[in-house]
């Protein structure tokens, strides 16, 4: 039997903690990790976290450069659960929203979308004009997900990381995975009745 695979592609919009963050809960599943990285993305790491690359690529199971346009991901026939982009910048929407398939990056997001897998865009960019909007329009009606990484505050959290944490955790909630990471809301508690 296949080992479920996912593929998990980091740009170079600001937030790139969704992308790590994602990799390291993912270590704590079955899911087999196929990793692609921008150079944009390159950019935002030295930026934005203390990782280097190589530290960043060793904590999936398998990454390639974002030039490798004959990678195994950018194939129908390699088989894999989707694909998720954290964080997704306004280019890679772009570039998925048009069936430009310039990388390696966007040619997976591609074909994800044309053998009717899951993609799920963790789109980072505010305020949107109308072509981000028909963008992301254009990605729903091919089949994928636009999952902004918009904090759930009814979790009452502490700290930001208690934010990032959530949004993997409901992110990979779309893809059936079970991270460990979700408060999950249980409605409002039933009052206990006053005594007279």
Known sequence: MTAQRLIIGISGASG????????????????????VVTQSARLTLSQESPLSYAELTALADVHYSNADIGAAIASGSFRTMGML?????????????SGVTASLLSRAADVVLKERRKLVLMVRETPLHSGHLESMLRVTHMGGIINPPV?????????IDDMVQQSIGRTLDLFGLESGLVKRWEGNQPRQREES
């Open 151 to 159: 904090p759930a505050f009814y979790t009452n959290p502490q700290t």
């Open 85 to 97: 982009i954290a964080p997704c910048s306004i280019k890679s929407l772009s570039e998925i929203a």
């Open 16 to 35: 790139i903690i969704y992308g790590i963050e994602a990799l390291k809960a993912l270590k704590n599943t079955p899911v087999e990790t196929h990793l």
